[in-house]
Structure formats: C-alpha cells, structure tokens
C-alpha cells in the first residue's frame, strides 16, 4: 500500500501562502479546518448561499484544526473548523470557539458488510499486526493517522492496551499513515480489508463506498449516539477571532438554524443547541 506522507517544509508553505489576508471583498466568507467537517461545510455553505445570493464562499482543502486555527488568528480565513478544544495559548490571543456538532468517531472500512463488527480488544490486537481477519479471510489492512492528532488521542483514551499498540504498529513498516481525513478515506478506498479512523460525517457528506464498523456490538449511528449506546464521538466547533466578521457571524447562525440543523442530521452528525451567537 503506498504511504502518504507531507513533508514539513510543504505545509509550512502551504500554510504561508493560505495568511496572506484576504482584501476588498466585503460579502466574502472564507473556511478552513479539520477534513473530518468539509463535506457538511460545503452542503451547509450551498444551502446559505442560496437565501445569502450577495455572500461569496470559499472552502479551503483540509487544514487540519490547528491548521485552520491559525489561520483564523492571522486573518486568512473568516471561521476555523476544529474537532479539538482550543489550547490556552489560542484562547489567549482571542480565539474563541462555537461547538455545533457531535458526530460518532469510528473505525471504518472499505467493506461493503462489517456488521459483525469488532470488540474493543480486537482493534487494540489489529493494530498490533496480529488480529483477527475478516470472517472470509480477508487480511485486515490497518491505516495509522499520525501520532499527534485527534484520531490517536481518542483510541489511546477508549481502547485499553492502545498506547502500546500504537507503537507497535509505528515501528512496522506495513501501516501506511494518512494524514489528512481525506488521505485516510482515500486509502480506505484503495485497500480491500482496510480499517482506519474518522468521523461518520466525513464518510456520509462526501458520499465515500465506506461502512463504520460496530464496536462491542453497538452501530455507529447518530441515533446511538444521540441514545447513549454508541459512546465514541468528536465534538466539532467553530472557531473564530477576536474581531469576527457580520458574515461569519451570520453563518454561524444559519447552522444553528432548524434547516441548519437539518442538514448536519442527514450529514451525520447531532446539532448542538446554544445561544452562542453573540
């Protein structure tokens, strides 16, 4: 399987180029962040543009969280979307952030039928490189994110045994890393067999061929996790600056919206509901 890999200087570039400040553009509205909220950002962002027609949108390819924080904090872009809690160090500069959503985190797979689903102690075993195969054979294709991110954060905290295997599978050089969600999901698709983590609304927003697995029996649904069944989730946020724009403000309470919300349930996710507006 090929690995994907981006090299420091690249983002740094990449980065670099996306804080050049935006200029002139008064009914402009610029978005970047975590790939796992692209996919519902861009069917939100159609649904506000057609009652906004005077409103202009752009959607940057995956920033990664920390990425679009950034961004938003040096003016390129108008609203962050991050699936981490700020750090106090953002906090202190005037980032602030405006949670809408949770949608289930899961382990999925390019298989077209993973109900019976796995335990926890059988992901921890897969990402060893010595668990189980599918029931008809079929190696199962770990694809690793990377070490600091949010993906890892959650297995280590939820899957007993996990921190170990993690540094099992690190020092194979079988386990590809992806290290974007759209890189995972990418390669997801590629390998028969594969398993790997995300978000349930980054799958079902993009439209991608991939199934979440059911852990210890319980599916990776909205209505599971809305039920308390399913327990695995990220929380996504908005995050803006100090001095937000009308637009972005006006944005952020079109999501927050019934036909806002509307749209973040057949995304896969569970609106959050608060006045934070303000």
Sequence with gaps: MPKVRRTAALMVL???????????QAASLKIGGTGSALGTMRILCDA???IHADVTVEISNSLGSGGGIQAVLHGAIDIALSSRPLKDGERAVGARELPYSKTPFIL????RNPEIGLTRAEVVEIFTGHGPTWPDGTPIRVILRPERDSDTDILTA????MDRALKIARMSRGFP???SDQDAMDLAESAPGSV???TLTAIVAERRPLKGIPIDGVAPTVANLENGSYTLSKTLSFVIGPDPSPFAMKFIRFVN????????????NLPLSSERQG
């Design 177 to 179: 890393t992806a290290y």
């Design 257 to 268: 919206s019934a036909e806002g919300a509307a749209v973040l349930r057949g995304t896969g």
């Design 108 to 111: 999925y797979t390019s298989r």
């Design 48 to 50: 506000f543009t057609r």
């Design 14 to 24: 990449a980065a670099l180029w996306l804080f050049v400040p935006a200029t002139g």
């Design 196 to 198: 790997t983590t995300g």
């Design 158 to 161: 939820n899957f007993p045994g």
